[in-house]
């Protein structure tokens, strides 16, 4: 059964900062991973999709790398804003509906 | 881009009513559909595949009598929180299959349960 890891599980850093988020998974025959932004109360926000034959996406200050034989994925944020204070949840998709992470709530601090 | 609707957005019910949720895909068909719950600070969770003109598939430990779906039309699934408790109350999200397998999310609905 698949299972999705992310660290850390809360992260907090002053504005400007770059950081990189944590994804691991147990199954690595997977169709592609993805990343999300729930902010409080709210639905999730689509980041970047990235599919198990590619490596990377970038869209603007966001870059998420796929590493599917060892299992992980990272997303790298660049230049963090205070708008970017939200939980970032992982998902993979195999054989089965998405499979989450318990995400990393992330802070930056003004 | 693809876009999937949830109402209501929040739902306050009492014990032992039931409460239907409805999941839209405005611009596009979905011959599938996820219903997914979240307790706070938690992860989504899986409850039940939703195909449809078919039952439902519901994950080990997902009661099918008590979270009723319905999947209709290509557009709609919804979901039915029979015989509702406090514990019952939590996050539930939809998600409506793409035809490349992608998955579209609902903005979810706040069930609480006095």
């Known amino acids: 059964k698949q299972e999705v890891t992310q660290i850390p599980a809360a992260l907090s850093v002053p504005e400007g900062e770059n950081l990189v988020l944590n994804c691991s998974f147990t199954?690595?025959?997977?169709?592609?991973l993805q990343w999300f932004r729930q902010d409080p109360g709210k639905g999730l926000t689509s980041l970047l999709l990235i599919q198990s034959s590619q490596r990377e996406q970038t869209s603007g200050r966001l870059n998420a790398s796929l590493d599917k034989s060892s299992g992980r994925s990272t997303l790298y944020i660049a230049a963090s804003q205070p708008g970017d204070s939200a939980t970032y949840l992982c998902?993979?998709?195999?054989?089965?509906?998405?499979?989450f992470g318990k995400g990393t709530r992330l802070s930056v601090i003004a | 881009g693809a876009v999937v609707s949830q109402h209501p957005s929040w739902v306050i019910c009492k014990s032992g009513t039931s409460v239907k949720i409805e999941c839209r895909s405005l611009?596009?068909?979905?011959?599938?559909m996820f219903w997914y719950r979240q307790f706070p600070k938690q992860s989504l969770m899986l409850m039940a595949t939703s195909n449809e003109g078919s039952k439902a598939t519901y994950e080990q430990g997902v009661e099918k009598d008590k979270f009723l779906i319905n999947h209709a039309s290509l557009t709609l699934s919804t979901l039915t929180v029979t015989s509702a408790h406090p514990e019952d109350s939590s996050f539930y999200i939809c998600?409506?299959?793409?035809?490349?397998?992608?998955?579209?999310f609902g903005p979810g609905t706040r069930l609480t349960v006095t």
């Open positions: 998600s409506a299959r793409g035809q490349m397998y992608e998955q579209y």
């Open positions: 199954d690595s025959a997977i169709y592609n």
């Open positions: 998902a993979v998709r195999g054989n089965t509906p998405l499979v």
């Open positions: 611009d596009f068909q979905a011959t599938t």
